[in-house]
Nanobody, 121 residues
Framework: QLQASGGGLVQAGGSLRLSCAASGRTFSNYTMGWFRQAPGKEREFVAALIWSALSTYYADSVKGRFTISRDNAKNTVTLQMNSLKPEDTAVYYC????????????????WGQGTLVTVSS
């Protein structure tokens, strides 16, 4: 029901735009989030926004570089990633949930399959 896309290989300092398309149901009333998981590490919170999109939340490591946004009419969520660093290399997952625990994986009910982002130095 969630399909993430837009990953790829980029040089440090470059940009990528990830998209998460929802199908089968509307997620306009859900909190939408992005997480990432690097090899050998736990999945970690990247960014989230509540359904109204009036509030956005970011991990300290990406604040000022990444921007999360949503288009309810298109049922999509995007993550614009600028000034990418090698440490941003990971599989990125989009997720949807109704809870308020938006910085932890347990706060989400639906997950996309992930898209790989590789940042070369």
């Amino acid at each position: 029901q969630l399909q993430a896309s837009g990953g790829g290989l980029v040089q440090a300092g470059g940009s990528l735009r990830l998209s998460c398309a929802a199908s089968g149901r509307t997620f306009s009333n859900y909190t939408m989030g992005w997480f990432r998981q690097a090899p050998g590490k736990e999945r970690e919170f990247v960014a989230a926004l509540i359904w109204s999109a009036l509030s956005t939340y970011y991990a300290d490591s990406v604040k000022g570089r990444f921007t999360i946004s949503r288009d309810n009419a298109k049922n999509t969520v995007t993550l614009q990633m600028n000034s990418l660093k090698p440490e941003d290399t990971a599989v990125y997952y989009c997720a949807a949930g109704r809870g308020i625990r938006l910085r932890i994986t347990g706060g989400y009910d639906y997950w996309g399959q992930g898209t790989l982002v590789t940042v070369s130095s």
